[in-house]
């Protein structure tokens, strides 16, 4: 039996216990809020080594902000925790019910998804938030991080299982591969006698290597090719705001747009003033030709740049002559993330909600609140840019699946 295989047996077992688990997951999470904050000197010092590793290694600075812990988003993890804690038990939920003809009585009732598999890139806040979010709905988790956030996540994930075992679960509830190569991740995609969902969080080719590879149900998360579209009726002055804050806010995370569309009536207004706003970032725009010649100093945009997830400061830029050309750019290019419109155009607003086919269509408001803590589900495992189970932040729900309940007196067929 391989390390892996032996990890997908614990993680089974482990499962077995979780759902007959009650309170005892609320314990264990509320534990594991309060260990996280009492050791964050801990946490802090094993994530100073992997960011000194990641700078050394010349990685962006974007890239270091998404490994990076302080003190704050510490807080924020066990804040995370203690909210999935306190949220209400998504297990065991009656969705239907009813009694048929032949007094047989049928519910239909939420159960846990049984061992999820997770491949995810430097952000050691997954790790927490993964974890917490599966332990809540029943499922034990295989974790397996990236190796520039290696120290941090072995780090968390030891804090997650101590916790675990001081509240009657098994601390296999939650495992961390500590092989970081290639084959660790091929052998979790294989690994079909254990898992039963992974889930890959990252950028375009992680996500497309696992989708391409895994023997593994996949659900798809997280490539935000992300579109911004201010059209001929919008206010500027909103326009500018939108785009700085879904492009600067945080342009490392899957929902910061990619790609501004303009309407060419009010492009030659509307870009200089959005392009003071993202010059206090040093935003690098990579225009169209229209874009140009109202924009002389941007550099050309290529073909991929319209298809690019940059994750860094840096935003294509169109120019469009109608809402229709708007909606067939983002049509071809977009990954199904976030779009919004900007407008004052009550029609135009509403033909844009209806046509594009994304997980998250905004109006007039950016698309940085994809977000389940945003959108009231609590923390998320991630963002569903598929259509099958679940589609959109993913929270408790959409780790949880069904099966029937079934109550007779000696029916037979």
């Known amino acids: 039996m391989t390390t892996m295989e032996a990890m997908g047996k614990k993680a089974k077992e482990a499962a077995r216990a979780l759902a007959r688990a009650g309170q005892e997951k609320t314990a264990a999470l509320q534990a594991a809020a309060r260990a996280l904050l009492a050791r964050q000197e801990e946490l802090l010092a094993a994530n100073r080594a992997d960011v000194e590793a990641g700078e050394a290694g010349g990685m962006r600075d974007s890239l270091l902000d998404r490994l990076r812990l302080t003190e704050s988003r510490i807080a924020g993890m066990a ?5 999935v804690a306190e949220a209400p038990d998504p297990v065991g939920r009656v969705l239907s019910g009813e009694v048929r003809p032949n007094g047989l009585q049928i519910q239909k009732i939420t159960v846990p998804l049984g061992v999820i598999g997770i491949i995810y890139e430097a952000r050691p806040n997954v790790t927490s938030d993964a974890a917490g979010l599966c332990l809540k709905a029943g ?12 120290r941090s996540n072995l ?26 190569s290639r084959q660790s991740a091929q052998e ?67 929902n910061a747009i990619e790609t501004l569309l303009v309407h060419e009536k009010i492009a030659g207004e509307a870009l ?19 874009a140009r010649a109202i924009l002389p100093g941007i550099a050309a945009a290529a073909e991929e740049d319209w298809a690019t997830e940059y994750n860094d400061y840096i935003l294509a830029v169109k120019v469009v002559g109608s809402l229709e050309e708007a909606l067939g750019h983002i049509a071809r290019y977009s990954s199904g993330h976030s779009e919004v419109i900007v407008t004052e155009d009550y029609s135009a607003a509403q033909r844009f909600l209806e046509e594009v086919d ?5 109006v007039n408001a950016s698309t940085r609140f994809t977000d389940g803590g945003e959108f009231g ?11 099958m189970h679940a589609r959109g932040p993913m929270g408790l729900e959409e780790l949880t699946s069904c099966k029937y309940v079934i109550y007779g007196e000696g029916q037979v067929r």
């Not at 499922?139 to 290696?150: D, M, P, S, W």
């Not at 939108?242 to 342009?251: H, L, M």
């Not at 994304?358 to 905004?362: G, I, K, L, Q, T």
Request: with cysteine; charged share 25%.
């Open 139 to 150: 499922n034990a988790v295989i974790l397996r991080g990236g190796k520039e956030a290696f």
């Open 377 to 387: 589900l609590g923390a998320e495992i991630g963002i569903s840019t598929q259509k």
């Open 188 to 254: 979790l995609m294989g690994l079909t006698g254990y898992l039963d969902v992974l889930i890959p969080r990252g950028g375009a080719g992680l996500i497309r290597a696992v989708k391409e590879n895994s023997r593994v149900p996949v659900i798809e998360t997280g490539v935000g090719n992300c579109h911004a579209y201010v059209d001929a009726a919008a206010d500027l002055d909103m326009a500018a705001d939108i785009v700085y804050n879904a492009k600067c806010s945080r342009p490392s995370v899957c």
């Open 272 to 290: 200089p003033r959005i392009k003071s706003r993202l010059d206090e970032k040093q935003v690098e725009l990579r225009g169209c030709q229209k």
């Open 155 to 180: 780090a968390v994930a030891q804090v997650l299982r101590d916790a675990l075992e001081e509240s009657g679960l098994p601390a296999d509830c939650v495992q961390l591969v500590e092989d970081t």
């Open 79 to 83: 804040q995370a925790l203690r909210e």
């Open 358 to 362: 994304s997980a998250a269509v905004y």
